[in-house]
Protein backbone atom coordinates (compact mmCIF):
# COMPACT_ATOMS: atom_id res chain seq x y z
CA UNK A 1 0.00 0.00 0.00
CA UNK A 2 1.22 3.55 -1.34
CA UNK A 3 0.04 6.58 0.98
CA UNK A 4 1.28 9.60 -1.21
CA UNK A 5 2.85 12.11 0.44
CA UNK A 6 1.51 15.93 0.67
CA UNK A 7 4.30 17.45 -1.45
CA UNK A 8 3.87 20.85 -0.08
CA UNK A 9 5.07 20.02 3.29
CA UNK A 10 8.46 18.82 2.26
CA UNK A 11 11.50 21.40 1.79
CA UNK A 12 12.21 21.35 -1.88
CA UNK A 13 15.63 19.61 -1.18
CA UNK A 14 13.59 16.59 0.18
CA UNK A 15 11.98 16.68 -2.84
CA UNK A 16 14.78 16.20 -5.05
CA UNK A 17 16.22 13.38 -3.52
CA UNK A 18 12.58 11.80 -3.38
CA UNK A 19 12.71 12.16 -7.35
CA UNK A 20 16.23 11.94 -8.20
CA UNK A 21 16.57 8.19 -5.88
CA UNK A 22 13.17 6.58 -5.36
CA UNK A 23 12.84 5.54 -9.46
CA UNK A 24 16.89 4.14 -8.89
CA UNK A 25 15.48 2.56 -5.75
CA UNK A 26 12.48 1.13 -7.39
CA UNK A 27 14.42 -0.50 -10.61
CA UNK A 28 17.39 -1.86 -8.59
CA UNK A 29 15.72 -3.63 -5.59
CA UNK A 30 12.69 -5.81 -5.04
CA UNK A 31 10.62 -4.99 -1.97
CA UNK A 32 8.82 -6.90 0.62
CA UNK A 33 6.66 -3.76 2.70
CA UNK A 34 4.84 -4.76 5.70
CA UNK A 35 3.18 -3.24 8.56
CA UNK A 36 2.23 0.06 7.17
CA UNK A 37 -0.75 -0.01 8.85
CA UNK A 38 1.14 0.57 12.00
CA UNK A 39 2.56 4.01 10.51
CA UNK A 40 0.73 6.55 12.29
CA UNK A 41 -1.13 8.70 9.47
CA UNK A 42 -0.52 12.00 11.40
CA UNK A 43 1.67 13.61 14.23
CA UNK A 44 4.40 13.23 15.69
CA UNK A 45 6.27 10.11 16.11
CA UNK A 46 10.09 8.14 16.87
CA UNK A 47 10.99 5.85 14.34
CA UNK A 48 13.41 3.05 15.29
CA UNK A 49 15.11 1.39 12.40
CA UNK A 50 17.87 -1.48 12.94
CA UNK A 51 21.23 -0.71 11.37
CA UNK A 52 22.42 -3.32 8.77
CA UNK A 53 24.18 -1.63 6.23
CA UNK A 54 24.97 2.16 5.34
CA UNK A 55 22.31 1.84 2.47
CA UNK A 56 19.44 1.19 4.82
CA UNK A 57 19.14 4.90 5.66
CA UNK A 58 17.60 5.07 1.78
CA UNK A 59 15.46 2.12 2.20
CA UNK A 60 13.78 3.25 5.45
CA UNK A 61 13.39 6.57 3.44
CA UNK A 62 12.10 4.91 0.48
CA UNK A 63 9.49 2.74 2.93
CA UNK A 64 8.23 5.56 5.13
CA UNK A 65 7.79 7.98 1.96
CA UNK A 66 5.90 4.96 0.55
CA UNK A 67 3.76 4.75 3.58
CA UNK A 68 2.65 8.40 3.56
CA UNK A 69 5.17 9.66 6.40
CA UNK A 70 8.14 11.17 5.42
CA UNK A 71 11.28 10.33 7.76
CA UNK A 72 13.55 12.82 9.07
CA UNK A 73 17.07 11.42 10.57
CA UNK A 74 19.07 12.18 13.41
CA UNK A 75 22.29 11.32 11.39
CA UNK A 76 26.16 11.27 12.79
CA UNK A 77 27.17 15.17 12.47
CA UNK A 78 30.48 14.13 9.44
CA UNK A 79 27.36 13.73 7.09
CA UNK A 80 26.53 17.13 7.02
CA UNK A 81 29.86 18.26 6.46
CA UNK A 82 30.52 16.00 3.06
CA UNK A 83 30.59 18.34 -0.04
CA UNK A 84 27.16 19.15 -2.06
CA UNK A 85 25.61 16.08 0.48
CA UNK A 86 25.91 17.79 3.60
CA UNK A 87 23.92 20.91 1.53
CA UNK A 88 21.67 18.77 0.51
CA UNK A 89 20.84 17.07 3.88
CA UNK A 90 20.83 19.70 5.55
CA UNK A 91 18.37 21.48 3.19
CA UNK A 92 16.11 18.49 3.63
CA UNK A 93 15.56 18.47 7.40
CA UNK A 94 17.52 16.12 8.60
CA UNK A 95 19.27 16.68 11.93
CA UNK A 96 23.33 16.28 13.05
CA UNK A 97 24.80 14.31 15.70
CA UNK A 98 27.83 15.50 17.38
CA UNK A 99 28.32 11.71 18.69
CA UNK A 100 30.99 11.83 22.27
CA UNK A 101 30.60 15.79 22.67
CA UNK A 102 29.05 18.07 24.71
CA UNK A 103 27.03 18.95 21.59
CA UNK A 104 25.00 15.66 21.50
CA UNK A 105 22.22 17.65 23.48
CA UNK A 106 21.71 19.56 20.79
CA UNK A 107 20.31 16.96 18.14
CA UNK A 108 17.78 15.37 21.66
CA UNK A 109 16.31 19.14 21.53
CA UNK A 110 15.77 19.25 17.91
CA UNK A 111 14.69 15.77 17.71
CA UNK A 112 12.07 16.53 20.59
CA UNK A 113 10.67 19.77 18.32
CA UNK A 114 10.60 17.88 15.32
CA UNK A 115 7.99 15.59 17.00
CA UNK A 116 5.89 18.29 18.73
CA UNK A 117 6.06 19.77 15.17
CA UNK A 118 4.45 16.63 13.96
CA UNK A 119 7.59 15.09 12.03
CA UNK A 120 8.12 11.40 11.96
CA UNK A 121 11.68 11.36 13.32
CA UNK A 122 14.21 8.25 12.48
CA UNK A 123 16.68 7.22 15.83
CA UNK A 124 18.83 4.31 15.28
CA UNK A 125 18.93 2.90 18.72
CA UNK A 126 21.98 0.97 18.36
CA UNK A 127 23.87 3.92 17.77
CA UNK A 128 25.50 2.43 15.01
CA UNK A 129 26.06 -0.87 12.38
CA UNK A 130 25.01 -3.90 14.45
CA UNK A 131 28.61 -5.38 15.06
CA UNK A 132 26.66 -8.71 16.19
CA UNK A 133 28.66 -11.26 13.54
CA UNK A 134 24.98 -12.44 12.66
CA UNK A 135 23.77 -8.81 12.08
CA UNK A 136 21.14 -9.09 14.78
CA UNK A 137 20.32 -5.76 16.57
CA UNK A 138 22.76 -5.28 19.55
CA UNK A 139 22.27 -3.43 22.56
CA UNK A 140 20.17 -0.59 22.66
CA UNK A 141 20.99 3.26 23.45
CA UNK A 142 18.93 5.36 25.55
CA UNK A 143 18.09 8.45 22.82
CA UNK A 144 15.04 6.90 21.11
CA UNK A 145 13.10 5.83 24.66
CA UNK A 146 14.04 9.58 25.78
CA UNK A 147 12.81 11.20 23.00
CA UNK A 148 9.43 9.23 23.36
CA UNK A 149 9.30 9.65 27.07
CA UNK A 150 9.85 13.37 27.06
CA UNK A 151 6.66 13.70 24.32
CA UNK A 152 4.82 10.84 25.03
CA UNK A 153 4.13 10.37 21.24
CA UNK A 154 4.32 6.44 19.93
CA UNK A 155 7.21 5.03 18.99
CA UNK A 156 7.74 2.48 15.65
CA UNK A 157 9.99 -0.03 15.37
CA UNK A 158 11.17 -1.34 12.00
CA UNK A 159 12.65 -3.98 11.05
CA UNK A 160 15.02 -4.29 8.05
CA UNK A 161 16.44 -7.07 6.01
CA UNK A 162 18.32 -7.06 2.56
CA UNK A 163 20.03 -4.01 2.86
CA UNK A 164 23.51 -5.99 3.68
CA UNK A 165 22.93 -7.80 0.96
CA UNK A 166 23.00 -4.67 -1.45
CA UNK A 167 25.57 -3.59 0.53
CA UNK A 168 27.43 -5.72 2.99
CA UNK A 169 28.18 -3.55 6.50
CA UNK A 170 31.73 -1.92 6.38
CA UNK A 171 31.59 -1.78 2.63
CA UNK A 172 31.95 0.33 -0.33
CA UNK A 173 30.91 -1.57 -3.37
CA UNK A 174 27.25 -2.72 -3.54
CA UNK A 175 25.88 -6.56 -5.09
CA UNK A 176 23.74 -5.03 -7.72
CA UNK A 177 23.13 -8.87 -9.42
CA UNK A 178 20.44 -10.15 -8.77
CA UNK A 179 18.50 -7.74 -7.37
CA UNK A 180 18.30 -8.25 -3.98
CA UNK A 181 14.69 -8.01 -1.98
CA UNK A 182 14.46 -5.09 1.21
CA UNK A 183 12.31 -6.60 3.26
CA UNK A 184 10.73 -3.80 5.75
CA UNK A 185 7.96 -4.87 8.41
CA UNK A 186 6.90 -2.08 11.06
CA UNK A 187 6.07 -3.46 13.96
CA UNK A 188 2.97 -2.07 16.15
CA UNK A 189 3.81 1.15 18.26
CA UNK A 190 5.43 0.17 21.84
CA UNK A 191 3.12 0.78 24.78
CA UNK A 192 5.11 2.72 26.75
CA UNK A 193 2.53 4.46 28.61
CA UNK A 194 3.37 3.10 32.00
CA UNK A 195 6.26 4.80 32.17
CA UNK A 196 5.23 8.11 31.38
CA UNK A 197 5.03 9.07 35.10
CA UNK A 198 7.54 6.67 36.72
CA UNK A 199 9.46 8.15 39.65
CA UNK A 200 12.48 6.59 38.67
CA UNK A 201 13.29 8.16 35.20
CA UNK A 202 16.57 6.49 35.04
CA UNK A 203 14.76 2.69 35.12
CA UNK A 204 11.99 3.86 33.00
CA UNK A 205 14.90 4.88 30.03
CA UNK A 206 16.10 1.34 30.82
CA UNK A 207 12.93 -0.39 30.98
CA UNK A 208 11.52 1.83 27.38
CA UNK A 209 15.02 0.64 25.87
CA UNK A 210 14.51 -2.56 26.13
CA UNK A 211 10.64 -3.13 24.79
CA UNK A 212 11.95 -1.30 21.94
CA UNK A 213 15.09 -3.60 21.21
CA UNK A 214 12.80 -6.42 21.90
CA UNK A 215 10.13 -5.56 19.25
CA UNK A 216 12.48 -4.60 16.94
CA UNK A 217 14.45 -7.94 17.27
CA UNK A 218 10.98 -9.38 16.95
CA UNK A 219 10.46 -7.81 14.27
CA UNK A 220 13.90 -9.20 12.36
CA UNK A 221 13.05 -12.49 12.96
CA UNK A 222 9.86 -13.04 11.61
CA UNK A 223 12.01 -11.47 8.29
CA UNK A 224 14.79 -13.91 8.78
CA UNK A 225 12.27 -16.79 10.16
CA UNK A 226 14.87 -17.14 12.61
CA UNK A 227 15.01 -16.64 16.57
CA UNK A 228 17.44 -13.62 17.67
CA UNK A 229 20.30 -15.20 20.36
CA UNK A 230 18.85 -14.60 24.10
CA UNK A 231 21.68 -12.23 24.70
CA UNK A 232 22.06 -9.10 22.64
CA UNK A 233 25.72 -8.23 21.64
CA UNK A 234 27.16 -5.06 23.40
CA UNK A 235 30.31 -4.17 21.69
CA UNK A 236 31.88 -2.84 25.33
CA UNK A 237 31.98 -6.18 26.07
CA UNK A 238 34.70 -6.99 23.48
CA UNK A 239 36.61 -3.69 24.08
CA UNK A 240 35.34 -2.51 21.33
CA UNK A 241 34.89 1.75 20.10
CA UNK A 242 31.62 2.51 20.60
CA UNK A 243 31.38 4.12 16.80
CA UNK A 244 32.99 3.46 14.02
CA UNK A 245 34.68 0.51 12.52
CA UNK A 246 34.78 -2.67 14.63
CA UNK A 247 38.09 -3.10 14.23
CA UNK A 248 38.58 0.32 15.94
CA UNK A 249 39.32 -0.39 19.50
CA UNK A 250 37.85 1.75 22.63
CA UNK A 251 40.41 3.93 24.55
Not at 53 to 65: A, E, K, Q, R, T
Not at 75 to 84: C, D, T
Request: glycine content about 8%.
Amino acid sequence: MIRTPDQRRLPGAYRFVVRVLRPVLQVLTKRDWRGVANIPAEGGFVVCPNHLSHIDVLILGHFMYDAGRPVYFLGKESVFRVPVVGWIVTRAGQIPVHRGTHRVADAYRSAVAAVRAGKAVGVYPEGTLTRDPDLWPMRGKTGAARIALETRCPVIPVAMWGPNELLAPYTKLPKLLPRKTMGVIAQPPVDLSDLYDAPHRRAAVAEATRRIMASLTNGVEQLRGQVAPVERYDPAHYGESEFGHPDKKAG
